[in-house]
């Protein structure tokens, strides 16, 4: 199985700052990379998907990037209803560890 | 509007069985790849399976720590997917979402495997 390595595993910030999140597949997966919102007791909401493509609905705010094997996940501007946990997945695949997004 | 609903989640002695269900309604569900992902209590998401469909194959992989043990199927006459589950751990107690791999979620449903 490909494993995916997510960093950090937490973060704590403020409201107005921006956010980057990574991920790493252990071997290449092209652009075959989703990041989601989870929240507890809801099901993950889809943010990007095919590594830069901004799901329908989702704010702007929200950008990806990478190809292969490396993977970020940007917020620009942090929000108050953005504090969750995200979570990088190979398509159809394993997921990352995610990365819990704390109130400073 | 599209629909994901599962059901089969219970309580269940460690070694049983258990199936899930996943009903679909909303989308050509004969054209999609399907999943099913769980979440154990105070931890992360972790993919347990995938089947393809049938123009790609049908065919189906679960991850290590189920592969012998967990199946999933299709049947693309009643837009259902299935889970089945066999030799339960009280490490497979998680809620169990069936999903489109992106967009598309059901709302989970909670197995407990104790004794």
């Known amino acids: 199985d490909i494993q995916m390595t997510q960093s950090p595993s937490s973060l704590s910030a403020s409201v107005g700052d921006r956010v980057t999140i990574t991920c790493r597949a252990s071997?290449?997966?092209?652009?075959?990379l989703n990041w989601y919102q989870h929240k507890p007791g809801t099901a993950p909401e889809l943010l990007i998907y095919?590594?830069?493509s901004l799901q329908n609905g989702v704010p702007s705010r929200f950008s990806g990037s990478g190809s292969g094997t490396d993977f970020t996940l940007t917020i620009n501007s942090l929000q108050p209803e953005d504090f969750a946990t995200y979570y990088c997945q190979q398509g159809h695949g394993t997921f990352g560890q995610g990365t819990e997004v704390e109130i400073k | 509007e599209v629909h994901l609903v599962e059901s089969g989640g219970g309580l269940v002695k460690p070694g049983g069985s258990l199936r899930l269900s996943c009903a679909a309604s909303?989308?050509?569900?004969?054209?999609?790849?399907m999943s099913w992902v769980r979440q154990a209590p105070g931890k992360g998401l972790e993919w347990v399976g995938r089947?393809?469909?049938?123009?790609?194959?049908?065919?189906?992989d679960c991850a290590a720590p189920v592969k012998t043990r967990f199946t999933v199927s299709r049947d693309d006459s009643t837009n259902t997917l299935y889970l089945q589950m066999s030799s339960l751990k009280t490490d497979d107690t998680a809620v169990y979402y069936c999903t489109d791999g992106r967009a598309y979620w059901g709302q989970g449903t909670l197995v407990t495997v104790s004794s």
């Open positions: 095919g590594a830069s």
């Open positions: 909303g989308f050509t569900f004969i054209n999609a790849w």
């Open positions: 089947i393809r469909s049938k123009t790609a194959g049908g065919t189906t």
């Open positions: 071997q290449s997966i092209s652009r075959d």
